[in-house]
């Protein structure tokens, strides 16, 4: 296989980083930004994790217009040690890692336009700053993203990014949790969707499973709709031992002998909170 030593485009730093540029947003994205942000917050409450509302007000992401990344960091470092840097699109997954792996998120800064609200193919400011930044203030999950930063420099020498990569799949981007007995959200992905949050808990159609870190290595996930499966942990404290407590090296060489698993599989020892009836992916 060809290594591909991508550098940053002009104008960005060795570490892919651009200046947010914040005063170039125009009254429009912040109206964009906004009209996102009310509808979330009218309808997340009692389905998100509490955690997250938390981490919105001590952020003061609930002030108006599109957060100005500085501010955010300053926040953030105070209290977990995190900061918010933007780049220009997706980046190298090496890049990616360090980044995380030093405790620096990194956003995209464009927003989507008044006619992209609720479909867009790549990550904009919404989702990579409403969607994931809040849960960066709970030092639980703020340890869970260094960690995997970490884990990712360590799966790129090991061959194995693909397997990490379904672990943030159906945890950091569409992760659902259990607390008090009752599914709440917590996935960046699902967050900053109106259709999958309410989807995700409500909908009939796709699986909810108890999390099994072998299992989701194996399973494949879709990028062009809703997920067919979320898997469900017991709670960020659990999720963090799990897998911190878990060398990776020797689950990815048994993975290698198994076959992957469809995005709508359930199996026997599966821990089933929700059989989906796949309705909403049936032909
Ligand atoms: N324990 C993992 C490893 O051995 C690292 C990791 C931690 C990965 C947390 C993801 C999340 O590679
Ligand atoms: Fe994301």
């Known amino acids: 296989m060809a290594h591909i030593h991508a550098r940053p485009p002009e104008g960005a730093a060795a570490d892919w980083t651009i200046p947010q540029d914040w005063s170039a947003y125009t009254p429009q994205d912040h109206g964009v930004w906004d009209r996102l942000f009310a509808r979330q917050a009218a309808m997340l409450p009692g389905r998100v994790v509490p955690e997250f509302l938390e981490g919105l007000d001590m952020l003061r992401m609930t002030k108006p217009g599109v957060p100005d990344f500085e501010e955010l960091s300053e926040r953030l470092m105070r209290r977990t040690g995190w900061q918010v840097v933007a780049v220009p699109g997706l980046v190298p997954d090496r890049v990616f890692f360090k980044h995380l792996a030093n405790r620096r998120f990194v956003a995209g800064r464009f927003i989507r336009t008044p006619e992209q609200l609720d ?9 990579d700053v409403f969607g994931h930044v809040p849960l960066l203030a709970h030092p639980v999950f703020a340890d869970y993203m260094q960690a995997y930063g970490e884990g990712g420099l360590r799966a790129e020498r090991m061959g194995a990014i693909e397997r990490l990569a379904r672990l943030y799949w159906y945890t950091v981007e569409f992760g659902l949790i259990r607390q008090d007995g009752e599914l709440r959200l917590y996935g960046a992905g699902i967050v900053s969707s109106h259709g999958e949050s309410i989807f995700a808990l409500d909908d009939p159609s796709p699986n909810r499973l108890g999390f099994d870190l072998r299992r989701l290595m194996r399973t494949q996930y879709r990028i062009d709709d809703y997920q067919q499966s979320y898997f469900v942990i017991d709670s960020f404290e659990d999720l ?12 990815y060489r048994e993975l290698e002998g198994t076959d992957d698993l469809e995005a709508d599989a359930v199996l026997p020892e599966d821990r089933v909170y929700t059989l989906g009836t796949q309705e909403r992916t049936a032909p």
């Open 240 to 251: 963090l031992r799990q897998t911190v407590e878990t060398d990776f090296a020797p689950l």
């Open 119 to 127: 479909y867009l193919e790549e990550p904009d400011v919404f989702h």
